[in-house]
């Protein structure tokens, strides 16, 4: 009988990999456009985030940072001509400290420290594309934030263990892109009462 921590992976990684078609098939199109610094640092983070789980001993759980890497990769070449922003010293900064978890994950051979440094840099991130996102919430898609954050959840459940190392991430991934989706529906909500009040 197949247990349930590879279901939960392999549906984590699934899900990761289609809650991504609709925000690579809008910024294609134009509809989203991608925060380009927040997109490269993501996508450097799932590497990060891979090798210090992969080091760590995950292995179901990894389904989903094997997908951010691929398609936050995908994310980041099309943000070059249709995303917007740009790397900036603050960009660049969270960059170095997520470049500060490897080294400190292979010097104090801890992919805790890894996992750490990325939250961090993720979290600065996510808080360089919010001001964009709210005063423009068209220009994200929703349904990849929600689909995120089921992924990371089911991810979390695919650890199949209480191990704070494997769950810290698919858990604070979760978390964040629910806030996310959160900003997104409640700000398309505000400007359309505003826009019928007009």
Request: glycine share 12%; aromatic share 6%.
């Amino acid at each position: 009988m197949i247990g349930v921590a590879p279901v939960l992976g392999v549906l984590a990684g699934l899900l990761g990999v289609a809650n991504m078609v609709p925000y690579v098939r809008d910024t294609i199109r134009g509809a989203t456009r991608p925060h380009r610094g927040t997109w490269l640092i993501w996508g450097s983070l799932a590497i990060v985030v891979w090798l210090s789980q992969r080091a760590d001993g995950a292995s179901w759980s990894l389904m989903l940072a094997s997908g951010q890497v691929v398609l936050n990769g995908i994310v980041v070449l099309l943000a070059i001509r249709r995303g917007e922003g740009g790397m900036s010293v603050p960009e660049a900064a969270m960059l170095g400290l997520a470049g500060g978890g490897v080294i400190g994950w292979i010097v104090a051979d801890q992919p805790i420290v890894a996992i750490a440094c990325v939250i961090a840099a993720d979290l600065l991130a996510t808080a360089l594309m919010a001001p964009k996102t709210y005063r423009d919430p068209g220009s994200e898609t929703l349904v990849t934030y929600v689909g995120a954050s089921v992924a990371g959840a089911l991810a979390a459940g695919a650890v199949g263990a209480l191990d704070v190392s494997l769950l810290l991430y698919p858990v604070y991934y979760c978390l964040v892109n629910i806030a996310i989706a959160i900003l997104i529906n409640h700000r398309r909500g505000a400007l359309a009462r505003a826009a019928a009040l007009a």
